[in-house]
């Protein structure tokens, strides 16, 4: 038996996925919260930290990097990848993306896209785990929403099925394991930015503000570009393409979500692999995507056409 095979063999019933319960418990609301405050803190006070002279180029090179590996982890991997199929890697390829989401440090992989499947499922209606149209349409109920959308939901005690939206990642051995070892990738990601900051300058100061940058800040940039995706993306934006919901285009967002905030031709067409699909509309996702099949590490890509996009627009033609 190959590899690849022993990979796509399913996973033992009673092996949970991800470690976790189907409710959420007090210690992982209590992890969550802090891997949330923790971050936002952090990022409040990058200002006058930098104004402050605690900013090297060092620092610099090793957030963006950071920032790019494990963003592109959750947009290519976790979304393109894992919840919609957009394309088909090889082993390599899918877990490497499954290692680079999960150090964006948003939950397991399989987890993660249990709550986007359902998203999509029931998007702005009764059952998506995150509309910030919940409440209603007054300001009241809008502002309410806004925030549930944008991190509120992630307290919800009740966890999405991971046998009724993702059966298929909890039977391979590869996701689960890497699910499994969700704190360890948490630890990994933690952990990188100081060292390299170390290596880099060969001081202790070095290392503090490469964790500071590279770790606090980083985390807590990536975290609410993803949950803006939810609350803004739905909330505002223009919509080209037909979509069941409330779905728009945030251009402001494009580059630091890596495309993702092309939302509205995303919920017109979930599976396609490229999201900024008009002139000027930046997509580094699809680069990547792009770039990989070229080097022949995935195929099957699910590029859009010109008479798909025409026939989900709401215009009669497409730039």
């Avoid at 990547?288 to 099957?300: A, P, Q, S, Y």
Wanted: hydrophobic content about 45%; charged content about 20%; overall charge positive.
């Amino acid at each position: 038996m190959s590899a690849t095979d022993h990979a796509d063999q399913p996973a033992p019933v009673a092996e949970r996925v991800t470690l976790g319960e189907d409710v959420q418990s007090l210690r992982e609301r209590i992890a969550l919260g802090s891997f949330i405050a923790v971050p936002f803190i952090a990022f409040l006070a990058a200002i006058p930290v930098a104004w402050g002279g605690w900013l090297g180029w060092h620092d610099v090179v090793i957030t963006f990097l950071m920032y790019g590996l494990t963003l592109h982890g959750i947009t290519v991997g976790y979304h393109r990848l894992f919840t919609h199929k957009s394309f088909k890697p090889n082993r390599v390829v899918k877990n490497v993306l499954a290692v680079l989401g999960s150090m964006a440090i948003e939950g397991p992989v399989i987890r993660w896209v249990a709550d986007h499947r359902k998203h999509h499922k029931f998007s702005d209606r009764d059952g998506d785990p995150h509309s910030p149209w919940r409440y209603g349409t007054s300001l009241r109920g809008l502002t309410k929403g806004f925030f549930w959308a944008h991190m509120g939901w992630l307290f919800d005690s009740e966890q999405t099925n991971i046998e009724q939206y993702a059966p298929d990642l909890a039977k391979d051995r590869d996701l689960v394991r890497i699910s499994r070892m969700f704190w360890m990738w948490v630890l990994v990601s933690i952990l990188l930015p100081p060292l390299a900051g170390f290596l880099l300058t060969w001081s202790w100061q070095g290392a503090l503000t490469s964790f500071f940058w590279g770790t606090v800040v980083r985390i807590g940039l990536l975290h609410h570009v993803t949950w803006s995706i939810n609350s803004i993306c739905h909330v505002v934006g223009e919509r080209p393409f037909r979509s069941r919901d409330k779905s728009g285009n945030v251009w402001w967002l494009a580059i630091p979500s890596g495309g993702e905030s092309w939302h509205n031709l995303h919920h017109a067409d979930p599976t396609s692999a490229r999201h900024g699909v008009k002139r000027f509309q930046f997509d580094t996702s699809a680069r990547i995507i792009w770039i990989l099949e070229k080097f022949g590490w995935v195929r099957d890509v699910r590029w859009p056409t010109r008479e798909r996009l025409q026939a989900k627009s709401v215009v009669k033609s497409v730039a």
